[in-house]
């Protein structure tokens, strides 16, 4: 798979200090094994609350 991690790094709203920064589908399979989403799916400041969890997600939609 080709991918595009200084391009994504760009868009990357993630704030942690992660291994998978910029790596989307290493990103998205993680959260996915622990039941959440990750900061893409989210606000600027929802982001920042470190709450991944899809509950918060659906509550703040």
Do not use: V, W
């Amino acid at each position: 798979m080709d991918c595009k991690k200084e391009q994504n790094l760009k868009n990357c709203a993630c704030t942690y200090d992660c291994p998978r920064k910029g790596l989307c589908c290493e990103c998205i399979k993680h959260h996915r094994e622990k039941n959440e989403l990750p900061a893409c799916y989210f606000s600027k400041d929802q982001e920042k609350t470190y709450d991944r969890s899809i509950d918060f997600f659906i509550e703040n939609r």
